[in-house]
């Protein structure tokens, strides 16, 4: 009679030849790459069945700690060794690795990036930036603009072009006088990169679709169309590119 657990070197000792212990691995390889429980060689040699693997009992704490498809991935493993089938042992486990995969999502450490798309478009910030070095300001004035300018662009609304912000909101967010804030302001519409367009007792702050975008490419013709006739309708507004 051949022990159920002993080493390589062992078996040897006893007179196991090579052949008959490649043959084995050969077997538990086998056993592995189809879901069935895996007999110990000393099981092999001496012909006995393997026994089956009892599931051991899981905790609604286990469970809940793992995250539903961390534990939809244990129970899965769990009823692979339940199963006499060695095929569908085999898709039991296949399935128990996608949902491991899903339960080891990656973790969002700091900042979220998938509030939507956002397109602030070269030719835009290229001319933004020339007609502001044109102008005689500070370097401090100038890239103060253009942080203006990006704290707009980054309140539009999806496939708008009507910032979500007033200037006094905007001079809170940027803990700057509402002054300082106006003054700026005029200077982006001076040159272009925005305009604002009165609406009852407030002035809205408006980008063209051109150079900023937030929305799916099939729909920006679209928005232009309509920021045109928002600015048709506001009267006396120059576009940053003048039709040719």
């Given at each position: 009679?051949?022990?159920?657990?002993?080493?390589?070197?062992?078996?040897?000792?006893?007179?196991?030849?090579?052949?008959?212990?490649r043959?084995?691995?050969?077997?538990?390889d086998?056993?592995?790459?189809?879901?069935?429980?895996?007999?110990?060689?000393?099981?092999?040699?001496?012909?006995?069945?393997?026994?089956?693997?009892?599931?051991?009992?899981?905790?609604e704490?286990?469970?809940?700690k793992?995250?539903?498809?961390?534990?939809?991935?244990?129970?899965?493993?769990?009823?692979?060794l339940?199963?006499?089938?060695g095929?569908?042992?085999?898709?039991?486990?296949?399935?128990?690795?996608?949902?491991?995969?899903?339960?080891?999502?990656?973790?969002?450490?700091?900042?979220?990036?998938?509030?939507?798309?956002?397109?602030?478009?070269?030719?835009?910030h290229?001319?933004?930036?020339?007609?502001?070095?044109?102008?005689?300001?500070?370097?401090?004035?100038?890239?103060?603009a253009?942080m203006?300018?990006a704290?707009?662009?980054?309140?539009?609304?999806?496939?708008?072009h009507?910032?979500?912000?007033?200037?006094?909101d905007?001079?809170?967010?940027?803990?700057?006088?509402?002054?300082?804030?106006?003054?700026?302001?005029?200077?982006?519409?001076?040159?272009?990169?925005?305009?604002?367009?009165?609406?009852?007792?407030?002035?809205?702050?408006?980008?063209?679709?051109?150079?900023?975008?937030?929305?799916?490419?099939?729909?920006?013709?679209?928005?232009?169309?309509?920021?045109?006739?928002?600015?048709?309708?506001?009267?006396?507004?120059?576009p940053?590119?003048?039709?040719?």
């Amino acid at each position: 009679m051949i022990p159920m657990a002993l080493s390589v070197k062992e078996f040897k000792r006893r007179g196991v030849s090579d052949d008959d212990l490649r043959t084995a691995h050969i077997v538990q390889d086998a056993q592995r790459r189809t879901g069935s429980p895996v007999q110990s060689i000393g099981q092999i040699l001496s012909g006995k069945n393997p026994v089956a693997t009892e599931p051991s009992s899981l905790t609604e704490r286990q469970l809940r700690k793992r995250g539903r498809y961390g534990a939809a991935a244990l129970l899965t493993d769990q009823e692979a060794l339940t199963e006499s089938d060695g095929e569908r042992a085999l898709k039991a486990r296949h399935a128990s690795a996608i949902l491991k995969e899903l339960a080891n999502k990656p973790q969002q450490l700091e900042f979220d990036f998938f509030k939507g798309n956002r397109m602030i478009a070269d030719e835009f910030h290229d001319a933004v930036r020339d007609r502001l070095s044109a102008l005689n300001l500070t370097v401090a004035k100038r890239g103060t603009a253009v942080m203006v300018l990006a704290e707009i662009c980054r309140h539009l609304p999806w496939e708008g072009h009507e910032c979500s912000k007033t200037a006094a909101d905007l001079s809170t967010i940027l803990k700057m006088t509402r002054h300082d804030m106006s003054d700026i302001l005029f200077t982006l519409e001076q040159i272009g990169a925005i305009h604002r367009v009165p609406r009852g007792r407030t002035k809205v702050i408006t980008v063209t679709p051109e150079g900023a975008f937030r929305g799916r490419v099939d729909q920006h013709a679209a928005t232009v169309d309509s920021y045109k006739k928002t600015l048709a309708e506001a009267g006396n507004v120059v576009p940053l590119r003048p039709a040719q």
